[in-house]
């Protein structure tokens, strides 16, 4: 017999973005994304004196099946790798046609997206924007202040993370701190890493 399911609420901490349940909790340090970051210098110096956290996620519950809404909460923290801000591994949807929205409660962050011809876009992230992702356009969120970033999003409930394509080549834009500001410059090993 199919198991009825009912309606169900999830309490969202609205100051600090922790969901109760906290649902499925995925923690990610810099030794989880260390190719990731441009300067591998200060990658090395910064997991000598330990193993920063760079981010949480909190995922509802919800089955990977069309027709559901998967949403969570990520909180990313301030931080710098040398002038690379603190972000998000970034992932296209493993169903690539699928929309995606992010609704910023706390911090200052970018959200930059890249098409799958390599075009980019950003967004500013700040308390009450609601960034719309395009279909077929990856997503990365960048923390760019001096505390933390904390979103809720929802997507389709079979949309999947596909991370292979953005591990291999990163994006074409990266986000650094010039004089405490944040810039969006070229990554210069994007187009050495292109096939
Ligand atoms: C957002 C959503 C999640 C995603 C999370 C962290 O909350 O897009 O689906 O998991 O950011 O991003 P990533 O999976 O790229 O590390
Ligand atoms: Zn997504």
């Known amino acids: 017999m199919a198991i009825l399911r009912q309606p169900f609420n999830t309490h ?4 600090n973005g922790v969901l109760v349940p906290e649902g499925v909790k995925v923690v990610r340090h810099l030794s989880d994304m260390k190719d990731m970051y441009q ?10 004196d330990g193993d920063p956290l760079i981010y949480v996620v909190y995922n509802v519950e919800v089955p990977e099946e069309a027709g ?18 603190f972000m998000t591994k970034g ?4 169903r690539a046609g699928t929309a995606e929205i992010y609704l910023t409660l706390r911090g200052r962050g ?9 075009r980019t876009a950003t967004l500013d992230m700040f308390p009450g924007s609601v960034s719309y992702i395009l279909p077929y356009w990856a997503h990365r969120s960048i ?24 591990e291999e080549k990163g994006f074409a834009k990266m986000v650094l701190a010039q004089d405490d500001a944040p810039v969006v410059v070229d990554n210069p090993r994007y187009a050495c890493r292109r096939t």
């Open 68 to 85: 559901e809404l998967q949403h969570c909460t990520s909180i990313v923290y301030p931080g710098r790798v040398g002038n690379e801000f």
């Open 143 to 166: 923390n760019v202040g001096p505390e933390p970033l904390v979103f809720f999003a929802v997507y389709p409930g079979d949309a999947g993370h596909n991370y292979g394509v953005i």
């Open 12 to 15: 969202l901490n609205l100051g």
């Open 110 to 118: 970018i959200l930059l997206m890249q098409a799958q011809d390599g």
């Open 91 to 94: 992932h296209f949807h493993s």
């Open 39 to 48: 300067d591998q210098d200060a990658v090395q110096h910064l997991l000598k």
